[in-house]
């Protein structure tokens, strides 16, 4: 089993900035994936990006030019920071550890869901 712990989440006006952490502890064993989602009260859940143990990336168009998801397999973390937060940013995201394969098409399979960190954005 695997236990994601997220945090950073707060209350911030809009162009700040935030940088969430999430630290997986347990076995993570054929885990080769993490990535960040979100959901806004009222929307559907939405991917927001993701990183691979090959340090591939791909993030949600609407966040790419102000998003970095990046890892630190040392202290088996992976972080989003998140730069020129607006208020459509406004959601609870969740930390996902999973298995994903990119060739020849893209699957992923979310084994593990962290608890969520409230992300506020004012104008």
């Known amino acids: 089993q695997v236990q994601l712990v997220e945090s950073g989440g707060g209350l911030v006006q809009a162009g700040g900035s935030l940088r969430l952490s999430c630290v997986a502890s347990?076995?993570?064993?054929?885990?080769?994936?993490m990535l960040w989602y979100r959901q806004a009260p009222g929307k559907e859940r939405e991917m927001v990006a993701l990183?691979?143990?090959?340090?591939?990336?791909n993030y949600l168009t609407s966040v790419k030019a102000r998003f970095t998801i990046s890892s630190d397999n040392t202290k088996n973390t992976v972080y989003l920071q998140m730069n020129g937060l607006e208020p459509v940013d406004t959601a609870v995201y969740y930390c996902?550890?999973?298995?994903?394969?990119?060739?020849?098409?893209?699957?992923?399979?979310?084994?593990?869901w962290g608890q969520g960190t409230q992300v506020t954005v004012s104008s």
């Open positions: 347990g076995s993570i064993v054929d885990i080769n994936g």
């Open positions: 996902v550890a999973g298995r994903v394969r990119l060739d020849p098409v893209v699957i992923i399979i979310h084994d593990y």
């Open positions: 990183i691979t143990s090959g340090e591939y990336t």
